[in-house]
C-alpha cells in the first residue's frame, strides 16, 4: 500500500503556490494570507501582483474597529504599500489605536485617508503619538472626524518636530479659535507642512489672526483653506495684512467667510504688494460692486495672481454689471490673470458677461 502524501500552501514549491494565488483576488490575498506563516508570508511577499499593490481604497465599506485591526496587522510589515483609504468605515478611536500602532514599524505607507470616521479626539492622540517617530507618511486626511480643540492640540504638538507631514486636513472637525492658536504655535518652527485644509471648522477674527502672525515668518506652508469659517472682515484683514510681505504662499481658499467689500479692500491692499499668491477664492461671500472695484484696481499692477474666484455653482458675491464692468476694464492692463471666475450666482447682465468674458479670453 502506498504511502499518502498530504500537500498544502506550506509545502508546494513556490511555482506552484504562485498559480494558485493566481486565482484568487489580490485583496484577498492582502486580508487573507498575511501573517499565516512565515513560509506563506515569504511567498506572498514574492509574488508579482501582490507587490504590485501600492494603493488600497476600502472607503464606505464599515469595517470598523474590528477590521481595522486585522488591517493594521498586516500593515505593520507591508512592504508595498503606499496609499491607504479608510474613510467613512466607523473605524472609532479604537480602530485609529491600531492603525497608530501599525504606524510605528510601517516604512512605506505615505498616504492615509480617514476621513468620516468618528476618531474624536482619543483617535487624533493616538495618530499623534504614532506621528512622532513615523518618518514616512506625508499625507493625513481626517476631516469630519470630530476631533475638537483637544485632538487639534495633539496633532499640533506632533508638527512641531515632524519633518515628513506636508499635507494636514483637518476640515469639518469643529475646531475653533483655540484649536487655531495651536496650530499656529505649532507652526512657527514646522519646516515641511505645504497644504492645511481648516475649511468648514468654527474659526472667526481671533483664530485668523493666529495663523496670519504665522505667515508673517513660515517660509513652507503655500496652501491654507479657511472657507466656511465665520472669519469676517477683520479676519481678513489680519491674513491680508500677513500676506503683504510673505514670499511663499500661494493658495488661499477664503469661500463663505462672511467677507464684504471691507475684507476685498484689505485682500486688494495685500495684492499690490504680494510676489507669490496664484490663486484667491473669494466665493459665497458679500464683496458687491465695491469690492469687485478694490480687487480690479489691485488687479491693475498685480503680476502673480493667475486665478481669482468671485462665483460658483454654491454662491457669489452680488456683483452687478458696475463691479464686472471694473474687473473688466482691469484685465485690459492684467497679463497674469488666466482664470476669472465670476458669472455664477451673481447679478451681471449678459451683455457685461460677453464683454468680461472676451476680455478674460483675450489673456488665455
Not at 477590521?67 to 478611536?93: C, E, F, K, M, P
Not at 516604512?107 to 476618531?119: A, E, R, V
Not at 452680488?318 to 455664477?344: E, P
Request: with cysteine; hydrophobic share 40%.
Amino acid at each position: 500500500m502506498s504511502n499518502k502524501i498530504t500537500t498544502s500552501l506550506h509545502t508546494l514549491p513556490v511555482e506552484l503556490a504562485y498559480r494558485i494565488l493566481d486565482k484568487l483576488d489580490v485583496l484577498d490575498i492582502f486580508w487573507s494570507l498575511r501573517n499565516v506563516c512565515t513560509r506563506i508570508n515569504t511567498i506572498v511577499d514574492t509574488y508579482y501582483p501582490y507587490q504590485m499593490l501600492t494603493t488600497l481604497d476600502l472607503h464606505h465599506n464599515q469595517i470598523g474597529a474590528a477590521g481595522t485591526q486585522h488591517l493594521a496587522d498586516v500593515l505593520r510589515n507591508n512592504a508595498t504599500l503606499t496609499t491607504l483609504s479608510l474613510s467613512n468605515n466607523s473605524i472609532g478611536d479604537a480602530g485609529a489605536q491600531h492603525l497608530a500602532a501599525a504606524l510605528r514599524n510601517n516604512t512605506k505607507l505615505t498616504t492615509l485617508d480617514l476621513h468620516y470616521n468618528q476618531i474624536g479626539a482619543t483617535g487624533a492622540q493616538h495618530l499623534a503619538d504614532a506621528l512622532r517617530n513615523n518618518k514616512t507618511l506625508t499625507t493625513l486626511n481626517v476631516q469630519s472626524n470630530q476631533i475638537r480643540d483637544a485632538g487639534t492640540e495633539h496633532l499640533a504638538d506632533v508638527l512641531r518636530n515632524n519633518k515628513t507631514l506636508t499635507i494636514l486636513n483637518l476640515s469639518n472637525n469643529l475646531i475653533t479659535d483655540t484649536g487655531a492658536q495651536h496650530l499656529a504655535d505649532a507652526l512657527r518652527n514646522n519646516t515641511t507642512l505645504v497644504t492645511l485644509d481648516l475649511g468648514s471648522n468654527q474659526i472667526g477674527a481671533t483664530g485668523a489672526q493666529h495663523l496670519a502672525d504665522v505667515l508673517r515668518n513660515n517660509k513652507t506652508l503655500t496652501r491654507l483653506s479657511l472657507s466656511h469659517n465665520p472669519i469676517g472682515d477683520d479676519g481678513t484683514q489680519h491674513l491680508a495684512d500677513a500676506l503683504r510681505n510673505n514670499t511663499t504662499h500661494t493658495t488661499l481658499d477664503l469661500h463663505f467667510n462672511h467677507i464684504g467689500a471691507v475684507g476685498a479692500q484689505h485682500l486688494a491692499n495685500a495684492l499690490r504688494n504680494n510676489k507669490t499668491l496664484t490663486r484667491l477664492s473669494l466665493s459665497n461671500n458679500r464683496i458687491g460692486d465695491a469690492g469687485a472695484q478694490y480687487l480690479a484696481d489691485a488687479l491693475r499692477n498685480n503680476i502673480t495672481l493667475t486665478t481669482l474666484i468671485l462665483g460658483n455653482v454654491f454662491g457669489g458675491n452680488l456683483i452687478g454689471d458696475t463691479g464686472a464692468q471694473y474687473l473688466a476694464d482691469a484685465l485690459r492692463n492684467n497679463s497674469t490673470l488666466k482664470n476669472l471666475l465670476v458669472f455664477f450666482n451673481n447679478n451681471i447682465s449678459s451683455t457685461v458677461q460677453k464683454q468680461l468674458k472676451r476680455e478674460d479670453n483675450r489673456m488665455k
